[in-house]
């Protein structure tokens, strides 16, 4: 099988990968009405490397634009040591405007038809 459709550009030049964590389940539509889970997780974020964000001038808890050929979203910047350094991470739990999906590829697997909601390519731009 083949890697993921979209690859970095001038325009779009990192990696944008979705998934979970451990406060939300799927879309966060049970999981958000219970006050303890949204004390500990309350909105979407983007992690970013220290190395990327120093590079793009991003402060730990700075409201940040995220872009894809697609959409755009405001989220606040998480900055870890626990990403790549061309790779950002927003979580997928939330819906409407800041449903992480909104920004994703939505190319089909041609064997499977799922769509390739998992990976695509960004740019992350202060505000």
């Avoid at 083949?2 to 001038?10: D, F, I, L, M, S």
């Avoid at 009405?33 to 120093?54: G, K, N, W």
Wanted: hydrophobic share 35%; aromatic share 8%.
């Amino acid at each position: 099988m083949g890697g993921a459709g979209e690859t970095p550009t001038k325009e779009f030049p990192l990696i944008l990968t979705t998934g979970r964590v451990v406060y939300h389940y799927l879309s966060g539509n049970q999981t958000r009405r219970v006050d303890f889970l949204m004390q500990q997780c309350p909105v979407p974020y983007i992690e970013i490397h220290p190395e990327l964000a120093s590079q793009y001038n991003i402060s730990n808890k700075e409201i940040v634009k995220v872009t894809t050929p697609r959409s755009s979203m405001e989220v606040e910047a998480r900055i870890t040591k626990a990403i790549r350094t061309d790779t950002l991470f927003i979580p997928y739990h939330w819906g409407k405007e800041l449903a992480a999906n909104l920004l994703t590829n939505p190319a089909l697997d041609p064997v499977s038809r799922m769509p390739e909601f998992k990976v695509c390519t960004v740019k992350i731009e202060k505000i």
